[in-house]
């Protein structure tokens, strides 16, 4: 595998990992909200952030897969 291939891996396992950490930054904020639409505010952002995660591993596999990386 070249350095750019590594760079870019390396890049896809940053990106999953701060996709769950604003996830998890999400979650508190709907547990410490004390409003309905609070919640829901921050349960939409939640959900677009668990789509970004798919979205990121979805590329990630698929990059695999054309590379021969299974």
């Not at 896809?12 to 004390?34: C, D, P």
Request: no cysteine; proline share 0%; hydrophobic share 35%.
């Amino acid at each position: 595998m070249d350095e750019k291939t590594k760079e870019l891996f390396e890049m896809f396992k940053i990106g999953v990992e701060n996709e769950r950490n604003a996830q998890e930054f999400y979650k508190a904020l709907i547990e410490k909200s004390t409003s309905e639409l609070q919640k829901k505010i921050f349960t939409s952002f939640l959900q677009e952030e668990e789509k970004h995660e798919k979205q990121l591993m979805e590329v990630y596999g698929e990059m695999k897969e054309e590379l021969g990386f299974n």
